[in-house]
T-cell receptor
């Protein structure tokens, strides 16, 4: 069975602080894909990143960075120098099957205050 | 840019009513999905469709049905709405080209349904 755990329900930070969101997944498949989405207050999920199970390179995109470690089945997301616009719910998702179905984590609410 | 639209942002219905939620995508995507989002539970898959007139149950299909008569449109139907179906409903689509094993899902803005 596939499972994604985001243990942090809510994280509150002050602007310019760094924040790391944890994502732990479970799967027996050797080929799988991991995603992060952002859901701002407007409601629409916005795609942030996709990573396949054979690519363990960390990635940086502006203030966002991702750390993928197969050894610990984790795909963590860090926002550096957070801004108020980063306030949102962030979802981690796992995709393993050929239909492209996702298994989502419960989400982490990030609150950035000025 | 991929555009996924949903017919309503907010909807209020009464118990027992038949409810239709419509989703349209403009990128000729093969796959379409319906999720519901509840606090602490994340997104849970209700149904998905990989082609016109084709549908598959997701994790929580009970109380719902779907219809896909045209490639761009995927409808979620609540045959007899109940209060426990009060939730945020999100539609998504993905291309998943033949032979591909993954593709990003693109989401609509969501419909917040309240059943009284």
């Amino acid at each position: 069975a596939q499972k994604v755990t985001q243990a942090q329900t809510e994280i509150s930070v002050v602007e310019k602080e760094d924040v790391t969101l944890d994502c732990v997944y479970e799967t027996r498949d050797t080929t799988y894909y991991l995603f992060w989405y952002k859901q701002p207050p407007s409601g629409e999920l916005v795609f942030l990143i996709r990573r396949n199970s054979f690519d363990e390179q960390n990635e940086i995109s502006g203030r966002y960075s991702w750390n993928f470690q197969k050894s610990t089945s984790s795909f963590n997301f860090t926002i550096t120098a957070s801004q108020v616009v980063d306030s949102a719910v962030y979802f981690c998702a796992l995709q393993t099957d050929s239909w492209g179905k996702f298994q989502f984590g419960a989400g982490t609410q990030v609150v950035v205050t000025p | 840019d991929v555009k996924v639209t949903q017919s309503s942002r907010y909807l209020v219905k009464r118990t027992g009513e038949k409810v239709f939620l419509e989703c349209v995508q403009d990128m000729d995507h093969e796959n379409m999905f319906w999720y519901r989002q509840d606090p602490g539970l994340g997104l849970r898959l209700i149904y998905f469709s990989y082609d016109v007139k084709m549908k598959e149950k997701g994790d929580i299909p009970e109380g719902y049905s779907v219809s896909r008569e045209k490639k761009e449109r995927f409808s979620l139907i609540l045959e007899s709405a109940s209060t426990n179906q009060t939730s945020m409903y999100l539609c998504a689509s993905s291309l998943l080209p033949q032979g591909a094993t993954t593709d990003t899902q693109y989401f609509g803005p969501g419909t917040r349904l309240t059943v009284l």
